[in-house]
């Protein structure tokens, strides 16, 4: 339990990212990202119906918290900043491997200060989340006690890449290390795994992605896009 000691003060200097949350604009994303997640909550399906270049996790998401807390742009990013908590601490479990807490603390203070990160979580984007996806399956692949273990690895590994696609690169290269590193020979199916997902995500988007797009700038007469913004805001 000694390295849990640092985490009250880490979940206390989180709580500032808290003020204030709701008193932001839309960020330009995090609109689109809403809107379309809107449009699946209604019964749309993403690719078809509506389009989206990115993977479809922060979609899917954000199409069930519609379902279950409504158009509240609060509960949206009290959902991201509980997302760069998670990966403060993981980040912090990760250092302390080495049996240094305090720098662990204060290398989860720092990524908690960073004002690129602080802003992430103010905001319903895909960052945040492909980051504490990655710090979570590099957590759990460094301790890799079982198969439970390595089935999380996998798991984040592939939510990280469902989410974003630059995250498949730092998958591959933190595997490809680990693979030649430890040579383990349990990580050659991973890297199979996470392949195959990626290429599922990019064929979802891709043929299907490029059809509805060009069949939308061909005839526009059903794609009313004041009506559709005016239903999202209602």
Known sequence: MNNLK???????????VLINTDGFLYEDDEGAY?????????????YTDILAAKPPFIFWLGSLIYKIAGNNII???YIASIIGLLTSIFIYLIISHTGNHFT?????ILFLVDPIVFTQMRFYRTDIFEIFFITA???FLIRRKNILDIILTTLFFSLAILTRDDAFIYAIYILVFFSISDKDKKLPLLLLIITSIFLISVYLRGTILTVNSLSQQIDTSNFDIKRKMVSFYE
Do not use: D, M, T
């Open 104 to 108: 662990a603390f204060i290398c989860s």
């Open 75 to 77: 509960v949206f990013r």
């Open 137 to 139: 399956a590099l957590y």
């Open 34 to 46: 809403l809107y379309i997640s809107s449009a699946i909550s209604q019964g749309n399906q993403i």
């Open 6 to 16: 640092y985490i009250p003060f880490i979940i206390l200097l989180w709580s500032a």
